[in-house]
């Protein structure tokens, strides 16, 4: 069921997008282009969520690693805390720039009917100018969207805290049925918003980069115009 939900929701994504962007006339037209590239849609999206996983592997790894070896070095805290900072910049960079580019990825599939050779290409041409840009981008989306999902839970929150205030905190304490029932239909509507935020915001970040990469505001006046001339 979890691999038929996240099938769907690549596709969709890229319906969502293509409406964004007003490269199809309506949801079902950019639908039946989603579903034609279905298997790029999934792929990048699969990649999207395993990418940031396997820096952060790695970064986890180096770091264990530093801490065995760093109890056999003079002045193992100075080097430490060096060593931590500059890993909390690097895990911070790097986990932002395989969100963005895999991001990117699936918007270019999603926009622009690429074979994937040519839409990693068109990635890295994207990203290269704009990197702290887009690390920006991306951890400015994942606080608004970490802010935003707390203040939605907050009110559930309190009334499970009363509640077990009201239970004097009891250690065999249990949720009553109808606040985990409530919990799970809030996190649902969460997370409906929530994705589909993510994919419409990454859109507009991708016609930002082609506003400034490629002009993309005067081609398409220009288009127009040539259209009008030929009309």
Same mark, same amino acid.
């Given at each position: 069921m979890l691999a038929v939900a996240q099938w769907e929701l690549a596709i969709r994504s890229v319906s969502i997008v293509r409406v964004v962007l007003g490269l199809s006339a309506d949801y079902k037209s950019a639908n039946a282009y989603a579903r034609r590239r279905k298997w790029a849609a999934v792929l990048l999206y699969t990649i999207a969520a395993i990418a940031p996983l396997l820096v952060i592997l790695f970064w986890t790894a180096l770091s264990v690693g530093f801490v065995v070896v760093s109890n056999h070095l003079p002045f193992a805290q100075v080097i430490s805390f060096f060593y931590f900072a500059i890993v909390g910049l690097a895990f911070t960079? *790097?986990?932002?720039?395989?969100?963005? @580019?895999?991001?990117?990825?699936? *918007?270019?599939v999603s926009s622009e009917d690429e074979k994937l050779k040519t839409v990693w290409q068109r990635t890295y041409e994207l990203m290269r100018n704009y990197m702290w840009r887009g690390g920006s981008f991306v951890v400015l989306l994942g606080v608004t969207?970490?802010?935003? *999902?707390g203040a939605l839970d907050l009110p559930l929150l309190l009334a499970s805290l009363f509640d077990a205030w009201r239970n004097s905190f009891a250690a065999d304490y249990d949720m009553p049925w109808y606040l985990e029932?409530?919990? *799970?239909?809030?996190?649902?509507?969460i997370n409906t918003l929530l994705l589909a935020v993510v994919p419409i915001a990454n859109a507009l970040y991708y016609n930002d980069l082609r506003l400034r990469v490629e002009g993309r505001d005067i081609i398409v006046r220009l288009e127009?115009?040539?259209?009008? @001339?030929?009309?």
């Amino acid at each position: 069921m979890l691999a038929v939900a996240q099938w769907e929701l690549a596709i969709r994504s890229v319906s969502i997008v293509r409406v964004v962007l007003g490269l199809s006339a309506d949801y079902k037209s950019a639908n039946a282009y989603a579903r034609r590239r279905k298997w790029a849609a999934v792929l990048l999206y699969t990649i999207a969520a395993i990418a940031p996983l396997l820096v952060i592997l790695f970064w986890t790894a180096l770091s264990v690693g530093f801490v065995v070896v760093s109890n056999h070095l003079p002045f193992a805290q100075v080097i430490s805390f060096f060593y931590f900072a500059i890993v909390g910049l690097a895990f911070t960079c *790097t986990v932002s720039w395989s969100l963005l @580019g895999s991001a990117l990825a699936f *918007t270019i599939v999603s926009s622009e009917d690429e074979k994937l050779k040519t839409v990693w290409q068109r990635t890295y041409e994207l990203m290269r100018n704009y990197m702290w840009r887009g690390g920006s981008f991306v951890v400015l989306l994942g606080v608004t969207l970490f802010v935003v *999902t707390g203040a939605l839970d907050l009110p559930l929150l309190l009334a499970s805290l009363f509640d077990a205030w009201r239970n004097s905190f009891a250690a065999d304490y249990d949720m009553p049925w109808y606040l985990e029932a409530l919990s *799970t239909l809030v996190d649902c509507i969460i997370n409906t918003l929530l994705l589909a935020v993510v994919p419409i915001a990454n859109a507009l970040y991708y016609n930002d980069l082609r506003l400034r990469v490629e002009g993309r505001d005067i081609i398409v006046r220009l288009e127009k115009l040539e259209n009008l @001339g030929s009309a």
